[in-house]
Every structure is written in structure tokens, then in C-alpha cells.
């Protein structure tokens, strides 16, 4: 079965332009998930999206960071501006969770790396 | 908060050998969850297991197991017999808030050697 897709795996940017990042999550996943995760440390938290609605969006670094899922399907994050310290994987992750119920595992993409030069 | 903390930063053992990775979390919230995922050099993050703050028994999966101990706060990990495929970096991880978010700690890096 197809499992959560990112694109573009690899992006290099030149410092000050804005850049996309598409997220396909599986189909029938309620919740997504964006992490930026740094070069050997762990994935931390960006925003989640409960279906459409944007729940929780207080990981993003800065107002040039942001997030949308207009359908409850595909997700894009769209970082502007972009600055040297936004170098990093971006991972997005999909989960069956629905609001008020357990956390259930997330299933993660192949990341997106982001380059700023 | 949330805070989860792996102290080993970097393991290598020997083909065969069994290596416990250890995780210790932080929280106030009463019900929460923990996981485990791994990640190998192809970066795709891997759900290994989860475990809720109510179920301390341990779980054994194959050559896996892991240890619950509440009094502690620690969620640790053993692989038994490892082999060179186990090599990759492995993340402790904590739900709390319902699963508005997780919090991964910085992971283990582990090298199997043949």
C-alpha cells in the first residue's frame, strides 16, 4: 500500500527565496504532522493538522513558516524567505488519530531536505 | 512540558551481542504514550512501538523488548542477537495532551559491526 509521500525529496534554495514543500499522507489519515529535524538530532515539532483545521501550529521557528491543508488531504509547507539555519530535513508524518481518542503511531515520509545556500 | 532524554548518544557492538538503548522522559500529564521508531541511513523514520502510561507490562517482539518502568520514568529498549540491519539511530518519543504532539528525544546512534 502506498505509504506517506514527500516532494521534492531534495531542494537547494539561494537564501531569500521562498520554497514549497508537498506532504501526501495516507488515505484516511485524520492527522498530519510536520517535523524539521536538524543534522543528527531528532525530528522536533512544527504544526498538526486535525483533517483541514490547523490544531496546533506553536513549533513554527517564525512567522515566515507556514502550514496548510485545504482539503484534509494533501498538506504544504511553505517556508518564505528562507535563511541558512532553515537547512534541515522536513518530515511530515500521518496518523489515523482522532481528536479526544489515544495518540495512535505515525507514519512518516522519506523527508524533504532543504538546502539554503 | 515534555522532554524526553537519550543519554547514550553513539553504541557499537558486535554482530550477536545484546545492547539495551535507554530513554527517560519528562511530564505531568498523568496519561500519555510513549514510542520507539528507528531510523536507518535511508531516513525514513520506522514505528517500532507504542506503549500508554497504564500498561506497564514489558513486550517482547521477536528480538526486540522493552522495558516500562514508571517509578523511573524510563521506557528502555533491548535488542537481543543484534545484527548488522539493526544499525540505524533509534528515537524515544512521548505523547502527552492527547497526541496533539509528539516529542522526540535525540537519539542513539547504533552500530552493529560484523
Known amino acids: 500500500g502506498a505509504g506517506v509521500s514527500q516532494s521534492p525529496r531534495y531542494k537547494v534554495a539561494k537564501r531569500g527565496q521562498d520554497v514549497a514543500l508537498r506532504c501526501d499522507p495516507i488515505s484516511g489519515h485524520v492527522s498530519l504532522f510536520w517535523y524539521q529535524q536538524a543534522l543528527g538530532q531528532g525530528p522536533e515539532f512544527l504544526t498538526y493538522?486535525?483533517?483541514?483545521?490547523?490544531?496546533?501550529k506553536s513549533g513554527l521557528p517564525s512567522d515566515r513558516f507556514f502550514a496548510e491543508r485545504p482539503e484534509g488531504s494533501v498538506s504544504t509547507l511553505k517556508i518564505q524567505r528562507t535563511q541558512q539555519e532553515d537547512s534541515a530535513v522536513y518530515l511530515c508524518a500521518s496518523s489515523l488519530r482522532v481528536l479526544g481518542g489515544s495518540p495512535y503511531e505515525q507514519y512518516f515520509g522519506p523527508g524533504t531536505r532543504l538546502t539554503v545556500t | 512540558a515534555q522532554k524526553v532524554t537519550q543519554a547514550q548518544t553513539e553504541i557499537s557492538v558486535v554482530e550477536k551481542e545484546d545492547v539495551t538503548l535507554d530513554c527517560v522522559y519528562e511530564t505531568r500529564d498523568t496519561t500519555y504514550y510513549l514510542f520507539w521508531y528507528k531510523q536507518p541511513p535511508s531516513g525514513e523514520l520506522v514505528f517500532l512501538i507504542r506503549?500508554?502510561?497504564?500498561?506497564?507490562q514489558n513486550e517482547i517482539s521477536g528480538r526486540y523488548s522493552w522495558n516500562f518502568q514508571k517509578s523511573t520514568s524510563s521506557f528502555n529498549f533491548t535488542i537481543t542477537a543484534s545484527q548488522v540491519v539493526d544499525s540505524a539511530v533509534y528515537f524515544c518519543a512521548l505523547s502527552a495532551n492527547y497526541g496533539q504532539n509528539f516529542v522526540f528525544g535525540p537519539g542513539t546512534r547504533l552500530s552493529v559491526l560484523p
Open positions: 506503549r500508554n502510561s497504564f500498561d506497564e
Open positions: 493538522f486535525q483533517n483541514e483545521a490547523q490544531l496546533d
